[in-house]
Structure formats: structure tokens, C-alpha cells
């Protein structure tokens, strides 16, 4: 029964031992992605049978239901993405691509552990196993003459993790120091029977603060734009968007904790949401870097996120969840596109996709759809998981919050609609055609029809993720 449970897992585990057999000899690049790849459908194929599936493991450390295996069904589907449009890895050294994929394996494996973990200990592991993996794949990018901004990038995403880490460690002695427990079985009663207490609001705020690191929610969000721009056109799209749903499961299992009625702890979800959007989205305005408007906008959507938390209810915990799932594949559709027309793994500005749609009309389909379903224009999934989650923030009559996200929405349609207008109405002029494989174009096609499918029937995915979270929560 275990191993049944733990299967997905077992499976990444395996792979990331192939993978790491496979690193011990030279030149066994395309090895070592083939395995990787197939590890990841693996998996994914494991995560979607296990949705049913129930039960603890490790003594009580992991809980295998509806909401860990719903999560981890997105993540896997992050991991196949990246490993079938990023490889051959046009900017990682040559001698360090087979270790790229084995940490890109140990990173989905933290991140998959992370949406099950019920237990303080063991979900700290978790997020240095996928925190590590992360610090390391940035500085792989190959080195450009008189260039080393990825060691930049690499040495301050180190710095703010581990001060991220010592936020959260400080936060977790507050909430073992009040219950006596490092099990959210133990924890949660304990708390809404003290939540009265300062030290309880100190507590969750604490961990909460080292977390939002991972979903790059202001205040700690200064380290996105240098580590998108930093990293590999394929190490941001990992990072881009897995993390945050991993990270997120972890954010709601602790928000469970509170009272719906708490006024402190909304009043501080609502301060961190207003001033996520509000930078996110007037620095994404400036930018020439696609990456590094995509990372500024990461930071607007955190802030989106949260307007389905600050409710503290289980109605807006789904619609938080199906924002954050339909976020990762509309980043992974735009970074497709992006790892595509950059020809050497250079970073690509906003300019050099100038008449894209002549140069790969599919292409330009692809990354115009996200981009619409980033600034949350219908019938795309961004449009629905808006509306979800300003409706929510409206039945908690937070219409001061609501007002604020309308304008903001207002602000990022701007900037992303100016890469639509860039790619359908400015002259290629000596741009090279952009070339599409077979797996690449049927790898975006079917991220454009799942971003579609979430716009036109959002209903099925909310409905399971509003189950998840009542099962979770019970």
C-alpha cells in the first residue's frame, strides 16, 4: 500500500538515480533529457491515477488525498514541459547538461513531497530539497564574453533563501513553542483555540513571510526579476511557475489554521496583495527583457493569488488553486515560445519578437494566447481565475481589495497586449524564420487547449479543487 501511495514519488526517485548513473560518464546529454522525460510522463500518468487515491505515510509526515496528488499533477506537468522544450539546453555547458536534468528531477521531487507534507519537520526537508536544486540550476548558464550575470543571480537567490529560510524556522519555534506538535493534525485545533493570542498571528505571519519568498509575493520578491533575467531561458520556465504551486499547498495548509473571522491576519494577506499587484505590475511597464517583464508580472500575479486567501475560506482557497494551476501552464505556453525563438539561449527582448507571426504563425498564436491569458482577457483560463477570485474577495466584502486588482488587471493588459502588438504588427525585417518541431508544436498546442478549456469550462477544475480543500480541511 506504500509503495502504491508513494508511487509518483518512486517513480522521480528512480529517474533522478538513472539520471544520476547517467552524469558519471561524458557526452550522455541526450540520455540523460530522454530519461528525464520519460520519468516525467511517468510520473504524471502515477499523479493522475493516484487522485483517488488516500492515506498517510511515514508516520503520519505525508498525506496522499485529493489535494496533494491534484497539485502534484501540475507540477509533474511543469517538469515534462520543460524537459521537452528545453532540451538540447542551448545555454547550459555542454559538460553539465546531464547534471541540469538530474537536479531539475531533485527539485520536482522536493516540490511533490512539499504538497504532501502534514508535518514541520518534514515539509522544512522538502523545501530545501527543492530550494538547493533551484540555487543550483541557475548558475549552470553557459558564460558570454564579459558576462557572469548568472553568478550574480545565483549568489542573491542563495542570499534571500536563506534568509527566507530563517524567517520561516523562526516562525515554525512559534507555532512548536504554542502547540507542542510539529503535525497540522496537532497544530490546527491548537491554534483556533489561541488565536487570541499575539504569538499565534506573530507565528503564522512568520512562516507565511519565509513562503512568500517561493510565490515571489512583496516583501520578499526583490530577488525575481535578476534570477529570471539571470537564469537560462529553460531554468526560468521551471522556476517561473512550479515552485509557486508547490509552495502554494503549503500556503493554504497553514492559512486552514485560522478563523475566518481573524482581522489581523487579512489586514496583513491584504497589505501584501495591494503592494504585489501595485510594483509588480507598474515596473513590468518599463521593461525591454520579456523575462524580466514576465518576472515583474509574476509578482502582480502573487498578488492575484492572495485575493483568494485573504478570504480564509475554503471557497477562496479553490479559487486561489485554480488560479495558480492555470498560471503555471500559461507561463509554461509563453516560456515554449520564448526558449524557441532565442536561437543560442540568449535572453530575448521584447523587440526580437517582431513579426513573429510571419515568422512562425503558430508561434505567435501560442505566446499571443498566453499573453491574453496572463492579462486576463476571455475566453482564456487568467480571465476565469480573475473573476473567481474578485468574486470571492467580494462575498468577504473586500471592496476596497477588489477595486485595487480591477485597476491593476486595467495596467497589466497594457504591457502584455504591447508583446501581442509587437509580434502581429511590426516588420521582421532580417529576423530569422523561428522553427517548430513536431513534439514542440503538439506541446503547445495542447497548452493552448488546456488555457482555453480552463477559460470556457472552468467549473470542473474549481469544483475539484474546492473538494480538495474541504477533504484537507476536515
Not at 543571480?153 to 512559534?174: N, Q, R
Not at 493534525?185 to 513571510?209: H, K, N, Q, T, Y
Not at 477595486?403 to 486595467?410: D, K, L, Q, R, S
Not at 521582421?428 to 469550462?457: D, F, K, Y
Request: aromatic content about 10%; proline content about 3%; charged content about 10%.
Amino acid at each position: 500500500m506504500i509503495l502504491k501511495l508513494f508511487s509518483p514519488e518512486l517513480a522521480v526517485i528512480l529517474g533522478s538515480l538513472a539520471v544520476f548513473g547517467i552524469s558519471l560518464g561524458k557526452g550522455r546529454a541526450r540520455l540523460a533529457a530522454t530519461v528525464t522525460t520519460l520519468t516525467a510522463l511517468v510520473a504524471l500518468g502515477l499523479s493522475l491515477v493516484s487522485l483517488a487515491w488516500s492515506g498517510d505515510l511515514f508516520q503520519h509526515a505525508l498525506r496522499i488525498d485529493l489535494y496533494s496528488q491534484l497539485f502534484k499533477v501540475f507540477i509533474v506537468m511543469g517538469l515534462a514541459g520543460v524537459a521537452i522544450f528545453g532540451n538540447p539546453l542551448k545555454d547550459i555547458r555542454a559538460d553539465v547538461r546531464p547534471e541540469y536534468f538530474l537536479f531539475l528531477l531533485l527539485g520536482t521531487l522536493g516540490m511533490m513531497i512539499l504538497a504532501s507534507s502534514v508535518e514541520l519537520i518534514t515539509l522544512f526537508i522538502a523545501l530545501e530539497l527543492a530550494s538547493y536544486a533551484l540555487y543550483l540550476l541557475v548558475p549552470l548558464r553557459q558564460e558570454r564574453v564579459g558576462l557572469r550575470f548568472q553568478m550574480e543571480s545565483a549568489a542573491k537567490y542563495v542570499m534571500f533563501g536563506v534568509v527566507a529560510t530563517g524567517i520561516m524556522l523562526f516562525g515554525m519555534s512559534y507555532i512548536f513553542g504554542m502547540t507542542g506538535s510539529t503535525y497540522f493534525r496537532d497544530i490546527a485545533p491548537a491554534l483556533m483555540e489561541r488565536w487570541s493570542d499575539p504569538a499565534a498571528i506573530v507565528g503564522i505571519v512568520l512562516v507565511l513571510g519565509g513562503l512568500f519568498f517561493k510565490l515571489a509575493a512583496f516583501p520578499m520578491h526583490l530577488w525575481a526579476p535578476d534570477v529570471y533575467q539571470g537564469a537560462s531561458n529553460e531554468t526560468t520556465a521551471f522556476i517561473a511557475g512550479i515552485p509557486k504551486a508547490a509552495v502554494m499547498a503549503v500556503i493554504i495548509r497553514f492559512l486552514m489554521c485560522a478563523q475566518p473571522e481573524d482581522r489581523s491576519l487579512m489586514a496583513v494577506l491584504t497589505a501584501v496583495a495591494i503592494c504585489s499587484m501595485t510594483f509588480g505590475n507598474l515596473a513590468a511597464l518599463v521593461q525591454k527583457d520579456i523575462k524580466r517583464m514576465l518576472a515583474y508580472s509574476s509578482i502582480a500575479h502573487a498578488g492575484y493569488v492572495l485575493l483568494g486567501l485573504v478570504t480564509l475560506r475554503d471557497t477562496g482557497y479553490a479559487a486561489s488553486i485554480f488560479y495558480i494551476l492555470g498560471f503555471v501552464v500559461m507561463s509554461l505556453a509563453a516560456f515554449l515560445v520564448i526558449c524557441l525563438v532565442s536561437r543560442n539561449g540568449e535572453n530575448v527582448q521584447i523587440d526580437d519578437l517582431s513579426g513573429l507571426h510571419s515568422r512562425s504563425p503558430l508561434a505567435a498564436l501560442i505566446l499571443g494566447a498566453s499573453m491574453f491569458a496572463l492579462a486576463g482577457i476571455p475566453p482564456f483560463a487568467g480571465f476565469m481565475g480573475k473573476f473567481f477570485l474578485m468574486a470571492e474577495a467580494l462575498r468577504s466584502g473586500l471592496v476596497a481589495l477588489v477595486i485595487v486588482a480591477a485597476i491593476n488587471t486595467a495596467i497589466g493588459i497594457y504591457y502584455y497586449l504591447t508583446v501581442v502588438l509587437v509580434m502581429y504588427f511590426s516588420d521582421a525585417g532580417e529576423r530569422p524564420a523561428v522553427q517548430l518541431s513536431p513534439v514542440n508544436a503538439t506541446l503547445g498546442l495542447t497548452l493552448l487547449a488546456i488555457v482555453v478549456l480552463l477559460g470556457v469550462i472552468p467549473t470542473t477544475l474549481l469544483a475539484l479543487a474546492l473538494t480538495a480543500v474541504r477533504a484537507t480541511a476536515g
